[in-house]
């Protein structure tokens, strides 16, 4: 395997004079708004998100009607302190509170580890969530990526990974579980034998932003192994999981030295009152929360098959809420794009500055059967048009 090692970040998307796409979507940023998209684009029609991987059947009716009655007195006074919440967490999720720390997402807390346990390298599989390599490279950090190859599904083949992190000495080492942009997963056992591997090095970070929404196997996590090993983060996003991005909460399980040093760098009052809110409703509303998770589950297979039969579409192996996908040969995804925000109303997200990957690669979220026709009349639409025009 060739070792990639980087300390520059070169975007691969194309942009004009004001720094937007053709569009007029701002491709600097991790994905444009969808507040803005929907204004600039959904004037015919409502625009239908299949660029923001949120929860389709979460929060419920129910839920939000709570928060909307409690809305006046969660803007206008303190949340608590993120320590208590973050004990109301431990306590839901069966964990020691000494082991959970909660932060405004988890990009706050790939920050501050950053700042505080990675000191010279870090090494992680590409394509992956972006902050994972952008926030070491921001901050001067040798960066090794380990490249997943698109001819086996962009499969991380975790042995072939440990002996790359040997071979650059590389002293933090990441994964993310599923993967993003792909979905793909590593079975728990051998994720666990990963981390036995690794025990020498000065970290070990799990992204399990995205594991609720995987099915692969009745357990997934390895929080519980973060506890109780000296070198072992896991991170976790309540934000993706319950469909609410804007509220920004995520939380980490580590070892209560590991914890306790991450606690105390976080701002005092880095969670909002919604955050606060919502981890109060959570006991209430578990059975909801897990049969959203296995209807995304049933829209993702049938997406999934729906997709395969797109001429000339390739779909990657997915256990996540989102499908990567890879246009035709000889179609440009920006044009594709453009072409189902501006005649369709759908809104995907192309991977052009994604390390790893081209525009040529779509990340489409997982979304119900009625959706998801909207989709596919605008890829048939326009790789239709593209056949006509090249035949």
């Not at 357990?219 to 109780?228: F, G, I, N, Q, W």
């Not at 030295?257 to 959570?282: H, Y």
Request: with cysteine.
């Amino acid at each position: 395997m060739t070792p990639t090692t980087t300390t520059a970040v070169n975007s691969a998307a194309t942009t004009g004079a004001d720094g937007t796409s053709g569009t007029g979507l701002d491709v600097h940023a991790h994905s444009a708004s969808f507040f803005d998209v929907s204004r600039r684009f959904g004037r015919q029609r409502p625009v239908v998100d299949f660029c923001i991987p949120t929860n389709s059947y979460f929060p419920t009716p129910e839920v939000f009607e709570r928060l909307r009655a409690d809305l006046p007195t969660l803007l206008k006074y303190y949340p608590d302190d993120s320590s208590g919440t973050s004990r109301e967490l431990a306590r839901l999720l069966g964990l020691n509170p000494q082991t959970v720390a909660m932060a405004n997402g988890s990009t706050e807390l790939i920050t501050w580890i950053d700042h505080l346990l990675v000191e010279e390298s870090l090494a992680v599989p590409v394509p992956t969530f972006g902050r994972w390599t952008d926030q070491p490279l921001e901050t001067g950090k040798r960066v090794d990526m380990f490249p997943l190859r698109e001819e086996t599904g962009f499969t991380l083949d975790v042995d072939a990974y440990v002996a790359f992190v040997r071979e650059r000495g590389s002293r933090v080492a990441v994964v993310c579980q599923p993967n993003n942009p792909d979905g793909g997963y590593v079975h728990r056992e051998r994720i666990v034998r990963m981390l036995d591997e690794f025990a020498d090095l000065d970290l070990v970070v799990v992204d399990e932003s995205f594991l609720d929404f995987v099915d692969a196997e009745p357990e997934c996590s390895v929080v519980r192994e973060a506890a109780l090993r000296p070198n072992v983060i896991v991170l976790r996003s309540l934000g993706k999981n319950f469909g609410l991005h804007g509220v920004r909460f995520g939380y980490m399980v580590a070892n209560p030295a590991l914890t306790e040093r991450v606690s105390r760098a976080l701002p005092k009052w880095n969670l909002n009152s919604l955050a606060e809110a919502v981890v109060g409703l959570l006991s209430d509303h578990l059975g909801e929360y897990r049969a959203s998770l296995r209807r995304t589950a049933a829209d993702r297979d049938d997406m999934v098959q729906r997709l395969q039969q797109v001429p000339g579409l390739t779909v990657f192996p997915t256990t996540a809420n989102f499908v990567l996908v890879k246009v035709p040969p000889g179609c440009d995804g920006r044009a594709l794009r453009d072409h189902l925000v501006q005649q369709h109303g759908v809104y995907v997200r192309d991977c052009g500055n994604k390390l790893g990957l081209t525009s040529d690669f779509l990340r489409l979220v997982v979304r119900p059967a009625q959706d998801v026709d909207r989709l596919l009349d605008g890829l048939r639409d326009h790789l239709g048009a593209r056949s006509a025009t090249t035949a």
